[in-house]
């Protein structure tokens, strides 16, 4: 079921459960801003979840509420994860899905990190 749009944060919501240590991940890199895992479902060769170590449903919640070092932190563990997973060279993309469109599934902002083979068209036609 997709996030409904404005939705108040659920401290129950899978990706805050990662985050206490109440249920596995994969980590690909940590600091503390941000944790980055492999996602359970990859649809990439190279498909990896970076999440700002704070209590935010969205990019439009955690850039209106987070402190400045979160959102500063939270976006350079992006970019270092992909300079050390070697993603430069052949590219990559990053995404985020925010609210019922876009089907954003865990209320928890992530941002998805795709990579490994060509990507396609940056979006489904019609
Ligand atoms: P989104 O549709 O942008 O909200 O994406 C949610 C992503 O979280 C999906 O790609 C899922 O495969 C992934 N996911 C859900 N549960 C877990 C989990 N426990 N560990 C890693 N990835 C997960």
Redesign the pocket.
């Known amino acids: 079921m997709?996030?409904k749009n404005g939705a108040p944060y659920d401290e129950g919501n899978?990706?805050a459960r990662?985050l206490r240590g109440e249920?596995?991940?994969?980590p690909v890199y940590e600091d503390e801003h941000a944790f980055a895992?492999?996602?359970?479902?990859?649809?990439a060769p190279h498909?990896v979840?970076v999440i700002p170590k704070g209590p935010y449903v969205s990019m439009a919640d955690f850039t209106a509420n987070a402190p400045d070092a979160l959102v500063v932190g939270f976006w350079r563990a992006v970019g270092k994860v992909a300079r050390e997973l070697g993603l430069e060279e052949d590219g990559y993309r990053i995404?985020?899905?925010a609210g019922t469109n876009?089907?954003?599934?865990?209320?928890h902002l992530?941002v998805?990190i795709f990579a490994g083979r060509p990507l396609g068209p940056m979006l489904m036609q019609g």
């Open positions: 997709s996030v899978i990706f990662i249920i596995p991940a994969r895992f492999h996602d359970i479902n990859p649809q498909h979840l995404l985020a899905n876009a089907h954003q599934e865990v209320p992530h998805h």
